[in-house]
């Protein structure tokens, strides 16, 4: 027997905006979700919406819960609550499924189209993204620790990429333009704050040369006009990405007109949920690498849609984390398996620290290369010194039989 017996949720009060989510079936195994922002109403969504329908459900029919789960009455369009639920449902469910199988995630959709994945480091720090908030690194701001990397591309991008050279990472990104939305909520980058932020950009190339690739990152800030001028002039640096330039990630013809008028390729998008989006923004020509958060998709069984469209488009995959160690491992997972991956995002501040407090395994980055998880399922489990700590707040929902 198989049948879902509990959902059992996680989550921390200094880490706002992260909940982890276990699934215990009839035959005693349990499967691991994730997924980030909202925490206490994805908690809500999962008990009171989700848990009556799927407790007693047979947990290996995964195809039909998701369709289920992602297509009901309002609110399943995007990566809002509801779909962030189902994302983390679906993790645990193909965690189950590799269970079963006794076999890693990756093989049970069907086996690796390469047997490791080039890693880049996202250039955060320690404590990036705990709350859901942007960090901004202003002139008071000091390294809390080696790997601070968000405030030493901000200081000396250049000893940075020697830095990650050093141990064995190939490619990097930043987000320097950042500090400059506010002001004119993204509608206007002045020539002078323009040239501020190319120089980290600058200082990497005088650094290092094209040893390390790099990707700049846009966080959906910026209108047309400053989006375009941007990626203009970050043209001389040869950078491998700009992602979610436009303050509208879902805007086709946005994407379309600004992809025509640069030639650095335009990589979207973290943020969409489900299926359409994908297909609406590659049949109309918008994006040049596709990317996407299985904790804010749709989990596994979505997520695998939108890699098979990257693949029909012929469009480089590259599954995000900068959020949390489970959609890390599913990514990872997904990285492995889809035709077209490129890269497995990283970063080596959290790899370091806290996401070693959580789980039992993390991915094994050998000179630049995440390599394929051994152990059935995401081949990681909470940590019981997790699960024991003194604040941590426990939900449960349980079938009665």
Not at 223 to 239: F, K, M, P, T, V
């Amino acid at each position: 027997m198989t049948d879902i017996r509990c959902l059992r949720t996680f989550r921390l009060p200094e880490r706002p905006s992260l909940i982890w989510l276990e699934i215990e079936t009839s035959d005693g195994r349990v499967g691991l979700g994730e997924t980030f922002r909202g925490a206490a109403t994805v908690e809500t969504c999962l008990h009171e919406e989700l848990a009556p329908w799927l407790l007693g459900r047979d947990a290996r029919h995964i195809e039909g819960i998701s369709r289920h789960l992602l297509t009901p009455y309002v609110g399943y369009n995007s990566s809002g609550t509801e779909v962030r639920s189902a994302s983390a449902v679906d993790i645990a469910l193909w965690d189950l499924a590799g269970q079963r199988q006794g076999v890693p995630i990756y093989q049970a959709l069907g086996g690796g189209a390469r047997p490791s994945v080039p890693v880049y480091n996202t250039c955060a720090g320690y404590a990036f993204n705990t709350t859901g908030q942007r960090r901004d690194i202003g002139a008071d701001d000091q390294a809390a620790g080696p790997y601070d990397d968000q405030v030493a591309f901000m200081r000396d991008a250049g000893a940075l990429a020697k830095s990650l050279l050093a141990e064995g990472y190939k490619a990097m990104k930043i987000w320097p333009f950042d500090i400059y939305a506010p002001a004119s909520g993204g509608h206007l980058i002045s020539l002078p704050d323009l040239e501020k932020g190319l120089q980290p950009f600058r200082q990497i190339r005088e650094a290092v040369g094209n040893q390390i690739e790099v990707m700049c990152e846009l966080h959906g800030l910026f209108g047309g006009h400053s989006a375009l001028r941007i990626c203009q002039a970050l043209e001389d640096y040869n950078i491998f990405w700009v992602e979610d330039p436009l303050n509208k990630m879902d805007d086709v013809a946005g994407l379309a007109d600004l992809r025509r008028r640069t030639r650095v390729p335009i990589c979207g998008s973290e943020t969409l949920g489900g299926l359409r989006p994908f297909r609406d923004l590659l049949a109309g020509d918008a994006l040049d690498v596709v990317m996407l958060d299985l904790a804010w998709c749709g989990g596994f069984t979505e997520g695998r849609k939108i890699a098979a469209l990257a693949q029909a488009y012929n469009r480089p995959l590259a599954p995000h984390d900068c959020t949390g160690p489970v959609t890390l491992m599913a990514g990872l997972h997904m990285a492995l398996h889809a035709p077209t991956a490129i890269y497995q995002e990283v970063v080596r501040a959290t790899l370091a620290t806290w996401y070693r407090d959580i789980l039992t395994e993390l991915p094994v980055i050998h000179e630049g290369m995440a390599q394929a998880p051994i152990s059935a399922g995401l081949g990681t489990r909470l940590q019981d010194s997790f699960k024991q700590q003194s604040g941590l707040i426990v939900r449960e929902s349980r079938s009665p039989c």
